[in-house]
């Protein structure tokens, strides 16, 4: 078994940053790629930002140049540094890995729980 967890969420200003971690845990020989979507109410879940094993990076527009996505191979663990935080940017965070486990065939695609991230004043 393979398992995502999310931490780093919470409330925030507008124009605060906050940084999200994600690490993978379990039977796992590899992790490919690792990303960070999220899901604001009543809209669908989308992917903001990406990162391959050897850190090839991108990232959607609404994020782009406020966000950087980085991981650490050795942990099994990706970050999501954001930064000049909007209202819009509120949502659910979910943490997304590529996994090569033990228990399992070929990739497998998991997901974390998801972490809140509120953006107020």
């Known amino acids: 078994q393979v398992q995502l967890v999310e931490s780093g969420g919470g409330l925030v200003q507008p124009g605060g940053s906050l940084r999200l971690s994600c690490a993978a845990s379990g039977s796992i020989v590899s992790v490919n790629a690792m990303a960070w979507y999220r899901q604001a109410p009543g809209k669908q879940r989308e992917l903001i930002a990406r990162i391959l094993r050897g850190g090839t990076t991108n990232y959607a527009d609404s994020v782009k140049g406020r966000s950087t996505i980085s991981r650490d191979n050795a942990k099994n663990t990706v970050y999501l540094q954001m930064t000049s935080l909007k209202l819009e940017d509120t949502a659910v965070y979910y943490c997304?890995?590529?996994?090569?486990?033990?228990?399992?065939?070929?990739?497998?695609?998991?997901w974390g729980q998801g972490t809140q991230v509120t953006v107020s004043s």
């Open positions: 997304n890995a590529d996994v090569v486990s033990y228990s399992l065939p070929g990739v497998k695609g998991y």
